[in-house]
Nanobody
Framework: QVQLVESGGGLVQAGGSLRLSCAAS????????MAWYRQAPGQAPGQQRE???????????NYADSVKGRFTISRDNAKNTVYLQMNSLKPEDTAVYYC?????????WGQGTQVTVSS
């Protein structure tokens, strides 16, 4: 059974930092692409989540233009955990952040963690 448990969300002032963690179990973590997505408030439930950052099994990373230079994704294969360090947070970063694993297929999502950035 695949489980992704996110933690680290909360309320922070603009300019502040948060670190999200996603602990995975039941996955093939070492060969999984791990990613963080987000869904902003007011979006329709069917509206596509935005890819924030992704990291390959080998450590290659990819970021949304809106977070480049502010967010850093990393992974610890020994702990089956992926992290998202978020610095210089802006009110527009407010969203529910979801962890995603690509393996096993078809891919799985965590339950989400709320990040709220006040101005």
């Amino acid at each position: 059974q695949v489980q992704l448990v996110e933690s680290g969300g909360g309320l922070v002032q603009a300019g502040g930092s948060l670190r999200l963690s996603c602990a995975a179990s039941g996955t093939i973590f070492s060969i999984s692409v791990m990613a963080w997505y987000r869904q902003a408030p007011g979006q329709a439930p069917g509206q596509q989540r935005e890819l924030v950052a992704a990291i390959s099994p080998g450590g290659s990373t990819n970021y949304a233009d809106s977070v480049k230079g502010r967010f850093t994704i990393s992974r610890d294969n020994a702990k089956n955990t992926v992290y998202l360090q978020m610095n210089s947070l802006k009110p527009e970063d407010t969203a529910v952040y979801y962890c995603y694993t690509s393996r096993p297929l078809p891919g799985y999502w965590g339950q989400g963690t709320q990040v709220t950035v006040s101005s």
